[in-house]
């Protein structure tokens, strides 16, 4: 059971790089999320989905970009890095019944420099 | 405000004895989650423990139990028997079940490190 894997686990990018953090579940979840954790901190919500085709943001969205065009994969877009955006990167998914929600599970994360 | 306060930045403990990890949260809403994630040294996020807010019984997983208080708006983590592969840090999350959006809002953690 793959539950939900990214790529890659580490990366380094110059200033001003772009790249994609990938994301897939295999869980048939409904929704989708991307947090970043800085050194020290609990993670917050960068920006989540709540269906194929469906996106909005999240608490921290400056700076990224998302597109959801499967059920499955949530990429998550960084252009022009910055040393702010270097942090741990972790993907969830979570299934919405019509009336709760079922468990978050995460990634196993990808950690970011940005140097 | 923060919605989920976490004071302890760091809580030692010797094996074998019991530990509580404080949170506490600010919601509105009538529905709602809380949740405990254990965070080791390798960086994953482990789910431990689930509170749904009109469970009368406080949940427990094995050494884990949550502590709900409601009134209190306190969810307090125990940890029974500490083992030194306990040593992590603790993150504790809530769910607004009233939103539409299903994340998780998490406080700023705490790191417990068991002694031999």
């Known amino acids: 059971n793959a539950g939900v894997t990214q790529t890659p686990k580490f990366r380094i990018l110059k200033i001003g790089q772009s790249m994609t953090l990938q994301c897939t579940q295999d869980m048939n979840h409904n929704y989708m999320y991307w947090y970043r954790q800085d050194p020290g901190m609990g993670l917050k919500l960068i920006y989540y989905s709540v269906g194929a085709g469906i996106t909005d943001k999240g608490e921290v969205p400056n700076g990224y970009n998302v597109s959801r065009s499967t059920t499955e994969d949530f990429p998550l877009r960084l252009e022009l890095a910055a040393p702010s955006q270097t942090s741990v990167y972790f993907c969830a998914s979570s299934y919405w019944g019509g009336s709760e929600f079922g468990g978050q599970y995460f990634g196993p994360g990808t950690r970011l420099t940005v140097l | ?116």
């Not at chain 2, 923060?2 to 529905?31: H, N, R, W």
Request: aromatic share 12%; with cysteine; glycine share 10%.
């Open chain 2, 1 to 116: 405000a923060q919605k989920i306060t976490q004071t302890q930045p760091g809580m030692f403990v010797q094996e074998k004895e019991a530990v509580t990890l404080d949170c506490t949260y600010d919601t509105s809403d009538q529905s709602y989650g809380l949740f405990w994630y254990k965070q080791p040294s390798s960086g994953e996020m482990i789910f431990l423990i689930y509170q749904g807010s009109y469970d009368e019984q406080n949940a427990t997983e094995g050494r884990y139990s949550l502590n709900f208080q409601k009134a209190r708006k306190s969810a307090n983590l125990v940890i029974s028997a500490s083992q030194l592969g306990d040593s992590a840090m603790y993150f504790c999350a809530m769910r607004e079940e009233g939103g539409s959006q299903g994340n998780l809002i998490f406080g700023k953690g705490t790191k417990l490190s068991v002694k031999p």
